[in-house]
C-alpha cells in the first residue's frame, strides 16, 4: 500500500516535494514510461499556472523504482519564477501506480 504526501519548502522560488512512503508489508515495484517520475501542477481558480513537465525534455527510457516496506521514493521540483499569490500543487507519479497528493500554498508579496 502507498501512502503520497507533498511538502513545500521555501527556496529562490519554490520547491515542492512529493513523497510516496510504502506502507504495506511488500516491495512495491512501479515502472515509469521515462526519466519523469512525478508530475506537478499549479493551478490557481481552477486556472493552470505551472505545470513542472512543460518545456522540459526527459531521457526516453523506461526504468523500474522499487519501493521496499517502510521505505519511500522522494521526487523534488521547483518553480522557479512564481507571483505572489494562494494556490494548489497535485503532484502524481507518472508510472503504473495510482499515487497522488496536493496542497494548498500561498506566495507571499
Known sequence: MLDSSI??????????VLTVHNTGDDPVEITFPDA?????????DDEEQ?????????AQMVQT???APEDALTVRATWDAP?????TVRSWLTGDVDCSAASEFRVPA
Open 7 to 16: 511538502a513545500i519548502e521555501p527556496t529562490d522560488g519554490v520547491t515542492f
Open 36 to 44: 519523469c517520475l512525478a508530475e506537478f501542477v499549479v493551478s490557481s
Open 50 to 58: 505551472w505545470r513542472y513537465s512543460d518545456g522540459r525534455m526527459f
Open 65 to 67: 523504482q522499487t519501493i
Open 83 to 87: 507571483t505572489p499569490g494562494a494556490y
